[in-house]
């Protein structure tokens, strides 16, 4: 194109070199009204794009949980609540047409105005020597100039307002990255995966307020710890300070080793983990119990038979739909558990994973754990306080503070302690259950210690 402009502007300057200072007043208009548009259409791309992704996230979130909507009678609300988000991305769509317009229209309002003068020079510059052939080729030739113009600039700024994708991508790769390289912990830790938290504070960002605030907790070796608290008590982040997935200041240490100066993937690598949302990708099942490929095919039988999850699984080759949907959400849960105890890790980390499951399979997971993760520590963060019961410690958390930590019959002996609030939140049938559950694992605690001093 732009090889065909030359040709055309060094004819149109032969025929009649007046025109060139003419090309230059119009490219000159074309230009700066390019930038005002570019400016503009930018600016508009990324509203758009905003509002965009709320529609797309609504109807993902709708068609996963297609069945719980329908059982709730939701449609009407969920639909109105599509309406609402597609009416304003429609509307940034809509200006999004609507500024494409105007600038075409003034485009085309230079070029008119371009061929007129074009056309109106040769009459006023007319000494009797023009020839009709020279006019003629003259505005043919820029009528095609401003076609190819008025073309070459639209698809230029149409590029440029589109590359605010590519903006947006090339923000996510300069965003800095973590530090993954460190010294190797000592061989074989942690033996015993015992934690202190020391003045531990963690903010997402530098310029907000901590989100948990100088903890200072021992969690002895073996210990099985509930973590609970209301909903931004700080519960998940002590789980992120716990795999420095944010900044913290303070200390973590783990058998006496400072988590700080351990490499994060040997760190990460030394910590089991059961989320809420189980992770499993579109692979074999043997893929997502081992996908480094360490242990044999007797080894994640045994994992599996440990959650007593064997019966249910034909082959290791069986496949994994997206996500996990082939299998329940309780057995996604035991999925992953059996993940955790085929790793073998000293340390075990429950975020709220039983949250989403039935109570059947609660207990199932809470009985697994108690029989094979017995010489482990465990730190689970319970959504349902039953869950901790039977705990050795429960770390009660409000406003990123530790503001209870005990056994949990001890604190329920407390009768305006934040955890008896809790449990009487709960109703007196549950909470006398729950008492209950306590006492006889506190009872049991006691025996244990008396007969491991008798012992001594």
């Known amino acids: 194109i732009f090889m065909v402009m030359m040709g055309i502007l060094v004819m149109v300057a032969i025929v009649n070199p007046y025109m060139l200072l003419t090309t230059g007043v119009c490219g000159i208009l074309m230009y700066i009204w390019t930038v005002i548009f570019l400016s503009t259409a930018q600016a508009i791309k990324r509203v758009e794009g905003t509002t965009r992704s709320p529609v797309f996230s609504h109807v993902s979130a709708t068609m996963a949980g297609l069945n719980t909507v329908r059982a709730c009678q939701a449609q009407d609300m969920l639909r109105d609540q599509f ?4 009416d304003v991305h429609t509307a940034a769509w809509y200006l999004t047409i609507v500024t494409n317009t105007a600038f075409s229209i003034w485009l085309s309002l230079i070029c008119a105005t371009y061929v007129v003068v074009v056309a109106y020079t040769f009459l006023l510059l007319d000494d009797g ?3 009709s052939g020279n006019v003629g080729l003259a505005i043919s030739q820029g009528l095609i100039l401003v076609n190819m113009v008025q073309y070459g600039v639209k698809q230029a700024t149409e590029v440029i307002s589109q590359m605010t994708s590519v903006e947006r991508v090339v923000q996510f790769t300069s965003l800095p990255r973590e530090v993954t390289d460190g ?6 830790w942690p033996q015993r995966a015992r934690l ?35 909903t931004g008590a700080g519960k998940s982040s002590l789980i992120s300070a716990l795999f420095r997935l944010a900044p913290i200041e303070g200390n973590v240490f783990i ?50 038979e440990q959650v007593e999850l064997k019966r249910s699984v034909t082959s290791l080759s069986s496949a994994v739909q997206s996500g996990g949907s082939n299998f329940s959400a309780g057995q996604r849960q035991l999925l992953c558990l059996a993940r955790a105890a085929l790793g073998r ?11 989403n499951v039935d109570p059947n399979t609660d207990a199932l997971i809470q009985k697994s754990i108690r029989t094979h993760f017995a010489d482990c520590t465990v730190i689970t963060v319970a959504h349902r306080l ?17 503001v209870e930590c005990g056994h949990p019959h001890e604190l329920l002996q407390k009768p305006e302690g934040h955890f008896t609030r809790m449990v009487q939140q709960l109703g007196p049938a549950a909470e006398q259950s729950l008492r209950d559950l306590a006492a006889a694992a506190h009872a049991e605690h006691i025996k244990y210690v008396d007969a491991d001093d008798n012992n001594q």
Request: without cysteine.
């Open 129 to 131: 020597t023009t020839k």
């Open 83 to 86: 309406d609402d988000k597609q």
């Open 345 to 355: 890790n000293k340390l075990l980390v429950l975020d709220e994973a039983t949250a």
């Open 386 to 402: 039953h869950t901790v019961a039977d705990s050795d410690r429960v770390v009660v958390m409000e406003a990123g503070e530790i």
């Open 255 to 304: 058998d006496d080793v400072d988590t700080g100066d351990i490499a994060l993937k040997e760190l990460r690598s030394k910590i089991s983990i059961i989320p809420q949302e189980p992770v499993l990708f579109s692979a074999s099942l043997r893929y997502n119990m081992d996908p480094f490929d360490k242990y044999t095919d007797a080894d994640i039988w045994t994992a599996l």
């Open 183 to 188: 010294p190797a912990p000592p061989t074989g």
């Open 196 to 230: 202190v938290f020391k003045d531990l504070s963690l903010r997402y960002d530098k310029d907000a307020d901590p989100v948990l605030k100088k903890l200072n907790i021992v969690i002895e070796s073996g210990w099985k710890v509930g973590v609970v608290g209301r």
